[in-house]
């Protein structure tokens, strides 16, 4: 059987909140392999997209697709299981653990689905080849006995792509990677996304759009919870309703 040519697909998707409707009738496909990027302005319902997409959120109607299968039902844990991962607008690492110990917590997360504090040092030590080679993947492996809590902002949020790289995502939903983040800290973290992206495919949503044209494959803009539009970063920026919706905001 042959698996959809998208990672992600959402039909007809709904979720309204006493009245309020934070998402309308979105259908939204994300091709695997690519990265994508979901924009819009503030409230134009792109964390409930990322929330209902991971089940954190139950949609009100329509379906989530991933590679296929129907996982509207499905619980947040079984979506990380079937290999997407989302990251958060804000930093979750363990503030007092070292780096290193961070990314073991995350790599034993992947092979037991939970992490046990009481497990042997000796036990642990076996993951210490792995999580290296992650630290080392997003330049951090040269502060691996570091405690997260005494690292600067831009290197806590790759520690946080580290942690969602170590469970080893078929699909990563970044939530404003960039944001808070001075120049150059954008710039390092766009190159690892790219890098990253290589064997995954990426939802992104993102506020800087120098960054949106440099990574995105595509682009779906929302506005009042719909898809405004959708194509390439030249396609959107053109269209004079995602202008006069977004692109001005942005730009102010």
């Known amino acids: 059987m042959l698996k959809s040519e998208y990672a992600i697909e959402t039909s007809n998707?709904?979720?309204?909140f006493a009245g309020f409707t934070a998402v309308d009738n979105v259908s939204l496909q994300v091709e695997r392999g690519t990265i994508h990027a979901l924009i819009g302005p503030n409230g134009a319902g792109k964390s409930t997209m990322f929330n209902l997409i991971t089940k954190f959120l139950e949609p009100t109607a329509g379906k989530i697709l991933l590679n296929g299968e129907d996982v509207t039902a499905a619980k947040p844990a079984a979506i990380a299981r079937k290999g997407a991962v989302r990251s958060f607008q804000i930093s979750s690492v363990f503030p007092h653990l070292s780096l290193l110990d961070n990314i073991r917590v995350s790599l034993q997360q992947r092979m037991n689905n939970s992490f046990?504090?009481?497990?042997?040092?000796?036990?642990?030590?076996?993951?210490?080849?792995?999580?290296?080679?992650?630290?080392?993947?997003?330049?951090l492996d040269d502060?691996?006995?570091?405690?997260?809590?005494?690292?600067?902002?831009?290197?806590?949020?790759?520690?946080e792509l580290a942690t969602t790289?170590?469970?080893?995502?078929?699909?990563?939903?970044?939530?404003?990677p960039m944001?808070?983040?001075?120049?150059?800290?954008?710039?390092?973290?766009?190159?690892?996304?790219?890098?990253?992206?290589?064997?995954?495919?990426?939802?992104?949503?993102?506020?800087n759009l120098n960054v949106v044209a440099e990574l995105s494959d595509r682009i779906s803009v929302l506005q009042a919870g719909a898809i405004l539009a959708e194509g390439t970063y030249d396609e959107v920026s053109k269209n004079p309703d995602v202008r006069s919706a977004y692109m001005g905001e942005a730009d102010a």
């Open 13 to 16: 998707l709904t979720k309204t």
């Open 116 to 139: 046990n504090f009481w497990t042997s040092d000796r036990r642990l030590d076996t993951l210490n080849e792995d999580a290296r080679r992650i630290l080392a993947e997003v330049g």
């Open 143 to 159: 502060s691996e006995d570091i405690l997260a809590t005494e690292l600067p902002y831009g290197r806590k949020r790759l520690l």
């Open 165 to 176: 790289l170590a469970l080893e995502p078929k699909v990563m939903l970044l939530d404003e």
């Open 179 to 207: 944001a808070g983040m001075g120049t150059g800290d954008v710039k390092r973290v766009a190159d690892i996304i790219r890098r990253v992206a290589k064997n995954r495919t990426v939802l992104m949503v993102e506020h």
